[in-house]
């Protein structure tokens, strides 16, 4: 898939709202080959950020908790300004 989505999974404290958005619109992005929103494409990628923003979050909710290798939680990357703007 995509190097740029980042592991949500076992992150000290837990992955915020931010940053499960932020996966969830670079996997749209992806997926749906959409590299800018538009008038046509902004409806259905808002759709479904929200869809799987609202599935990651069940999902990292219902899973166990994650083991990090070597006792260290995986490493947070710093969520695009774009992305901290738009959830504002």
């Known amino acids: 898939m995509s190097g740029n989505i980042t592991l949500l999974r076992g992150l000290t404290p837990a992955a915020t709202e931010q940053e499960i ?3 969830a619109q670079e996997y749209v992005r992806k ?3 959409v590299s800018g929103l538009t008038t046509a494409t902004k409806l259905a990628v808002d759709k479904a ?5 609202a599935a990651t979050t069940q ?3 219902e899973l166990p ?3 990090a290798s070597e006792g260290e939680a995986p490493v ?3 969520v695009r300004d774009s992305v901290e703007e738009e959830a504002s």
């Open 21 to 23: 958005y932020a996966a």
């Open 49 to 53: 950020v929200a869809a799987i923003a």
């Open 31 to 33: 997926v749906g080959g």
């Open 65 to 67: 908790d994650r083991r």
């Open 76 to 78: 947070r990357r710093r």
């Open 59 to 61: 999902l990292l909710t």
